[in-house]
């Protein structure tokens, strides 16, 4: 998934509580990311956990 050129990402809709937003929001700052950046590298990380069971 890693591999493919940055071209190749696909664009989703989602959805999210004011709430969630800035506590993401929060967190991505704390990581220099976007929040975008931040939930992309969430989701990157649980799929490698599950993988890995």
């Known amino acids: 998934m890693a591999e493919k050129n940055e ?5 989703v809709l989602l959805r999210l509580s004011p709430t ?4 993401l929001a929060s967190w991505a700052e704390d ?8 939930i992309e590298y969430l ?4 799929v490698k956990k599950r ?3």
């Open 31 to 38: 990581d220099f990311r976007s929040v975008n950046g931040q």
């Open 7 to 11: 071209k190749d990402k696909k664009q």
């Open 43 to 46: 989701l990157t990380e649980n």
């Open 51 to 53: 993988k890995n069971k």
């Open 20 to 23: 969630l937003w800035k506590e």
